[in-house]
């Protein structure tokens, strides 16, 4: 068995990560090419045409599901993931596989292995019942989110989240009284939260719409919010994202 494979990340550290972990089955499974955002991934895996995508769930711009929409032939895939332990279960049912970030050599050993029973018998394209899947676990927003509290694990409902911030190498979720540090990125966040709700304002900002209490013209063509919580934030929308805050 000698498989093609696609390392599909944003993050140039994982793909490094992964790329390294692999090299252990260079004799059975070899990357021939690395994207970092879904576009760029649908162009190399049509052109390419790997046997296997090691792809990231969450991208900025269109995530990991949209890309297997817009293929035109489906390979293996292996989820790259942060979701919960529900849709961990459902993918483990189906013939996709995944890994959960941040990548254990025995998950990914594993991984291969069912990898190669898949190649043997040459099961290439995803069935119906996937599909549903990718569907489902898509257009489920993330509701509940957790925190570390000392040596507590929160969890904090999105509807509760007013901001959140990336601010010195860490994630800062705000409520309208606490702050909390989470493990996730803004990329991340803003591919599983309720995109009706959720608006990204700048880089480095993310706001919740139930929680914005106005919005001004300032200066340069940008804007700035004010925000509901009881310091009354005032954030400004950068130029950048200027169009996605104009549909409110």
């Known amino acids: 068995m000698h498989l093609r494979a696609i390392i599909v990340d944003d993050e140039e550290l994982a ?43 969450q991208m900025p711009g269109f995530d990991g599901f949209e890309v297997v929409r817009r293929l035109k032939s489906k390979p293996h895939i292996v989820f790259t993931t942060a979701y919960d332990e529900f849709a961990l279960k459902a993918f483990e049912e189906n013939t996709v596989d995944y890994l959960l970030k941040p990548i254990e050599q025995r998950r990914l050993d594993k991984a291969i292995g069912k990898l190669r029973r898949l190649f043997d018998q040459k099961a290439l394209r995803l ?99 004010k925000l509901k919580d009881k310091n009354r934030t005032e954030l400004v929308v950068s130029r950048g994202y200027v169009d996605g805050i104009h549909r409110l």
């Open 15 to 57: 793909r490094k990560r992964l790329h390294k972990m692999i090299e252990k089955y260079k004799t059975d499974l070899e990357i021939v090419d690395e994207a970092q955002n879904g576009e760029e991934a649908v162009e190399r895996i049509d052109t390419v045409r790997p046997d296997v995508i090691f792809l990231d769930v």
């Open 127 to 225: 069935d119906e019942n996937v599909e549903r899947l990718l569907s489902r676990l898509s257009a489920s927003p993330l509701r509940r989110l957790k925190v570390k509290v000392g040596d507590k694990i929160v969890l904090v409902d999105s509807e509760d989240v007013v901001y959140f911030e990336a601010k010195d190498k860490f994630t800062y979720l705000h409520t309208a009284e606490q702050k909390y540090i989470i493990d996730l990125t803004l990329a991340e966040l803003e591919s599983k939260l309720d995109g009706t709700d959720f608006v990204r304002i700048h880089r480095s900002t993310i706001i919740n719409l139930k929680h914005l209490l106005e919005m001004v013209k300032w200066f340069g063509g940008k804007y700035k919010v």
